[in-house]
């Protein structure tokens, strides 16, 4: 069966300090990666998603980056944290389509003081 | 106006109640509807599928869609404390893989 792993489940992280947060996918090839960012009592904001190694696409502007080394990796950066980047964030994965929606991991509570 | 409107709630019931929950959409090209269920601090999970018109039940649980007047519906019968969570619609257009989320409904069941 399919897996998706997320880690740290917590951090808290100074303002100006880099940040990486990873996601794995187990059990399937070719996933759709996706991270999404949700602040407290709002809903889901799509932050990249990417459907192969190396292809990233970018749905906000912002001080956040996002790779993908492998097939089943995908990589949230930033070289410098700021306050506004405090929030919940989110990796999910679904099949070539998304027909049957996606699945997400448990997520990533980050607090940049 | 966003693409899906949905009642962020709070909304608050006794325990066994019957809950509707609600999303609105403008799009007519969405095709495929999803509900999904999120406790305090964790991702969210899959709970409905299901594909343009008509009903889907699986257990407590049923989905409606009414693609002529862009409205779906969650419906839970016999409500327990465990249903307490926050419900989000998600909705899905043929082509692609991107997924329209609602705001969320906020839900919370009493003993």
């Known amino acids: 069966s399919q897996t998706i792993h997320q880690w740290p489940a917590t951090l808290v992280q100074p303002v100006g300090s880099p940040l990486s947060l990873e996601c794995t996918v187990e059990?399937?090839?070719?996933?759709?990666l996706y991270w999404y960012r949700q602040a407290a009592g709002r809903g889901l904001q799509l932050l990249f998603y990417?459907?192969?190694?190396?292809?990233i696409s970018s749905e906000v502007p912002q001080n956040l980056s996002a790779s993908r080394p492998q097939d089943r990796q995908f990589i949230l950066s930033s070289k410098k944290l700021l306050l506004s980047d405090s929030g919940f964030y989110l990796c999910?994965?679904?099949?070539?389509?998304?027909?049957?929606?996606?699945?997400f991991g448990s997520g990533t509570r980050l607090t940049v003081v | 106006q966003k693409e899906v409107e949905q009642d962020p709630g709070p909304l608050s019931v006794p325990e066994g109640a019957i809950v509707s929950l609600n999303c609105t959409y403008s799009?007519?090209?969405?095709?495929?509807f999803m509900w999904y269920r999120q406790y305090s601090r964790k991702g969210p999970e899959l709970l409905m599928y299901?594909?343009?018109?008509g009903n889907k039940e699986d257990g407590r649980f049923t989905a409606q869609v009414d693609k002529s007047s862009k409205y779906i519906s969650l419906f839970i019968r016999d409500s327990q404390p465990s249903d307490s969570a926050t419900y989000l619609c998600?909705?899905?257009?043929?082509?692609?893989?991107?997924?329209?989320f609602g705001e969320g409904t906020q839900l919370t069941v009493n003993p």
């Open positions: 059990g399937t090839s070719n996933p759709n």
């Open positions: 299901t594909y343009s018109s």
């Open positions: 998600a909705m899905k257009e043929t082509s692609g893989s991107r997924l329209t």
């Open positions: 999910a994965w679904s099949i070539r389509g998304g027909n049957y929606g996606y699945t």
């Open positions: 990417s459907v192969g190694i190396g292809q």
């Open positions: 799009n007519s090209a969405f095709q495929y």
